[in-house]
């Protein structure tokens, strides 16, 4: 059973960062693909980034957010750069045990974090 706690959120402006952790416990986490994915107000879960010995973002933020991950610290991070107000949102950390085959469906992830808020306004 894999535990992750999530941090990091916040409000910020159009144009600023936020830096996102997430911390897990309780598994091998070197043997999991971790992953984030968002959700906004009315609209489905929708994933954001993917890495296990690959990097995969989603096309609305690629360029802007870099996805991470420290296995001696059982952590991963998603740098945001350049924040845009549609990038409000809930942002949830996930993990999967690792496949050959690259997995994008939220429902397919097996844990998960609480959330942070994301909030981009002015």
């Known amino acids: 059973q894999v535990q992750l706690v999530e941090s990091g959120g916040g409000l910020v402006q159009p144009g600023g960062s936020l830096r996102l952790s997430c911390a897990a416990s309780?598994?091998?986490?070197?043997?999991?693909?971790m992953a984030w994915f968002r959700q906004a107000p009315g609209k489905e879960r929708e994933f954001v980034a993917h890495i296990d010995w690959r990097t995969i973002y989603a096309d609305s933020v690629k360029g802007r957010f870099t996805i991470s991950r420290d296995n001696a610290k059982n952590a991963v991070f998603l740098q945001m750069n350049n924040l845009k107000p549609e990038d409000t949102a809930v942002y949830y950390c996930a993990a999967r045990g690792v496949s050959p085959i690259v997995v994008l469906d939220p429902s397919r992830y097996d844990y998960w974090g609480q959330g942070t808020q994301v909030t981009v306004s002015s």
């Open positions: 309780g598994g091998t986490f070197a043997r999991y693909t």
